[in-house]
């Protein structure tokens, strides 16, 4: 498996606060995604990036942004937290885009009050 | 639209009983089908990766199989062991790029 940190693992914020997770991976994979998870949803895509300084929205982007300065770390970042974004979050990397396998980190859990 | 639907949402089974895991999609040109299974707390694990119809795939008591509109994920004499969220997920294009699409996972408990 890919070698794949996220950090915080666990974060308690208040609403209307800054929150800026971290993915860092050792495998020099080109992709990487940023999905959530909730109950009833599954996993569902936030943004993903397709190499330095390039990304692009996914199913649920709004009231997140992403950057990648590195091909080693991938942030993402809510401006200012809300309730609804209470979720746990997992980052995931890929070697390419077509067909190719991607693997996981072990989640951020964010809490919202 | 669900592109990707798995059933059933949750499954007892008995140690020993044999079942299967259903993921149907509607994609055209598949790119690419996955299987991974989740532990509470833990991240999604890959398990298997199928291209074409007819493919199928094998770990232990778990084995992949694909059709053109369905995947299964057979598991043979399972063990407590086995209990865990198995997720499906498909290649889906979006904006030139790939992107893997989940379903909401099958939720799988064996009782010993």
């Known amino acids: 498996d890919a070698g794949i940190t996220q950090s915080p693992r666990h974060k308690v914020t208040e609403t209307g606060t800054p929150v800026t997770l971290r993915c860092h991976q050792t495998?020099?994979?080109?992709?990487m995604y940023w999905y959530r998870q909730d109950p009833g949803h599954g996993l569902r895509l936030i943004h993903y990036?397709?190499?330095?300084?390039?990304?692009d929205k996914g199913e649920v982007s709004d009231g997140y942004s992403v950057s990648r300065s590195k091909t080693e770390d991938f942030l993402l970042t809510l401006e200012s937290a809300t309730s609804s974004q209470t979720s746990v979050y997992f980052c995931?990397?890929?070697?390419?885009?077509?067909?190719?396998?991607?693997?996981f980190g072990e989640g951020s859990w964010l809490t919202v009050v | 639209e669900d592109q990707v639907t798995q059933s059933p949402e949750a499954l007892r089974l008995q140690e020993g009983e044999s079942s299967s895991l259903n993921c149907s999609y509607t994609?055209?040109?598949?790119?690419?089908l996955f299987w991974y299974r989740q532990d509470p707390g833990k991240g999604p694990e890959f398990l298997f990766t199928?291209?074409?119809a007819g493919e199928e795939k094998e770990k232990e008591r778990l084995k992949a199989t694909l059709t053109k509109k369905e995947s299964f994920l057979h598991i043979t004499a399972p063990k407590p062991e086995d209990s865990a969220t198995y997720l499906c997920?498909?290649?889906?294009?979006?904006?030139?790029?790939?992107?893997?699409?989940f379903g909401r996972g099958t939720s799988l408990i064996v009782h010993p």
């Open positions: 995931a990397t890929g070697q390419g885009s077509y067909g190719n396998t991607i693997y």
């Open positions: 994609v055209s040109g598949l790119r690419g």
């Open positions: 990036s397709y190499g330095v300084k390039d990304t």
């Open positions: 997920a498909v290649s889906i294009e979006a904006g030139g790029s790939y992107i893997p699409t």
């Open positions: 199928l291209y074409s």
């Open positions: 495998e020099n994979h080109r992709y």
